[in-house]
């Protein structure tokens, strides 16, 4: 899909343009007042953007040169706010038929089974609205918007009303739609934790500008974003389960278009199974030769590629490639200045077991 709009706001203007994936689930990230929610409206038809045009393959939803402006309820799209708000009088399973309703059945693509059991509603379906909980009313939220069946669906910090646990309980249900759906999903969020969770494709907003749009995998290793610089700054490693330690519970997984294996305590997975593991560079240290006797399991052979200055000025991020993924590492100063460290140069890098977050 096509997204260029030029829409002034109060403190500044909106100016995008970005090519974003057919499927899968593009993030848009940046810190609040960045303009988010304004390009999802945009997107939606709630804001009409003097200037912009928008495709989604065939369609064409605006495009201001041509005077053309497809209002919100000519396009079929899905949009989840921060509390999916649902009908109070009626039960769940009736407020996913009223989605369902305004599908003629040849338009269809999704069946009413199916989205219960993506979003796994099978025992709420006679519940009342006021007798779920945030998270619950949340995938409820989303499979009704899902049951009109959108070409597009627009979610909009849908998890920022859930406390932890709640936000922990809903996190698969999400992981799951981008492997199944074949639409492209927007999710506005400004919590990393959740992006690296659920994202194939980022998209940095600032000040309405688009700083850097990539595949996830891509943009959390840059050190010349604002994503290094972070407290939280991590990589993500999309991996697949192979052995399976049951004694110690620790799965070994194996690093994409590579022969290394990453351990981490976790529990038991099939074999081949795909997995996500986030490293975040505070949890991965260097040495000059390969450590001995470690407690640390994972001692990875690295090569240097780039080095930064951090936010911290006893700090330094080092980018680091693993056989083809990439790996950040926040490290001293002085450390780096005692092991000579340099662009090119080979290491060994140690990331702890329990450190890996899966
Ligand atoms: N209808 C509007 N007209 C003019 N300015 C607006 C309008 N809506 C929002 N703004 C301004 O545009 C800027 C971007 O707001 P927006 O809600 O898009 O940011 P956001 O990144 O989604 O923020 P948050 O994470 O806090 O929701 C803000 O400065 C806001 O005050």
């Known amino acids: ?127 009342m609205p006021q007798h779920l909980s945030g998270g619950e009313r949340q995938r409820v939220g989303i499979a009704r918007a899902l049951l009109t069946s959108p070409r597009i669906l627009l979610l909009d910090e849908p998890l920022s009303a859930l406390d932890a646990p709640r936000k922990a309980d809903i996190l698969p249900y999400l992981e799951r739609l981008h492997r199944e759906l074949d639409i492209p999903i927007l999710y506005v969020s400004h919590a990393l934790d959740e992006v690296i969770r659920v994202a194939d494709h980022l998209v940095l907003l600032d000040s309405g500008r688009a700083l850097a749009s990539g595949p996830l995998q891509a943009m959390l290793p840059r050190l010349d974003l604002p994503l290094a610089q972070g407290d939280d700054a991590s990589v993500v490693i999309d991996g697949a389960a192979a052995e399976y330690d049951r004694d110690y519970q620790l799965l070994s997984l194996r690093l994409p278009h590579s022969d290394l294996r990453l351990r981490v305590a976790h529990q038991p997975i099939a074999y081949g199974q795909p997995l996500r593991l986030r490293v975040q560079a505070r949890d991965v240290s260097l040495s000059l030769q390969q450590p001995q006797h470690s407690s640390i399991l994972n001692l990875l052979p690295v090569r240097v590629m780039a080095v930064a200055a951090a936010d911290n000025p006893a700090h330094l991020l080092v980018q680091l490639d693993m056989q083809g993924s990439a790996l950040l590492a926040r490290i001293t100063r002085y450390s780096s200045d005692q092991l000579g460290l340099q662009p090119g140069q080979a290491l060994w890098a140690q990331i702890k077991a329990v450190a890996l977050l899966g």
């Open 1 to 127: 899909m096509h997204a260029r709009f030029r829409l002034p706001l109060d403190s500044f203007t909106l100016d995008v343009d970005l090519e974003l994936p057919a499927r899968g689930v593009t993030a848009l990230f940046g810190p609040s007042g960045s303009g988010k929610t304004s390009l999802l409206r945009c997107i939606a038809g709630l804001a009409q953007a003097p200037e912009g045009k928008l495709t989604l393959g065939d369609d064409c939803w605006q495009d201001s040169a041509r005077k053309r402006f497809v209002p919100t309820h000519k396009r079929a799209l899905g949009y989840v706010f921060q509390e999916a708000s649902l009908f109070a009088h009626l039960s769940v399973e009736d407020n996913l038929r009223f989605g369902l309703k305004r599908i003629a059945a040849a338009g269809r693509r999704l069946q009413q089974q199916q989205a219960v059991a993506l979003l796994g509603l099978e025992d709420l379906l006679q519940r």
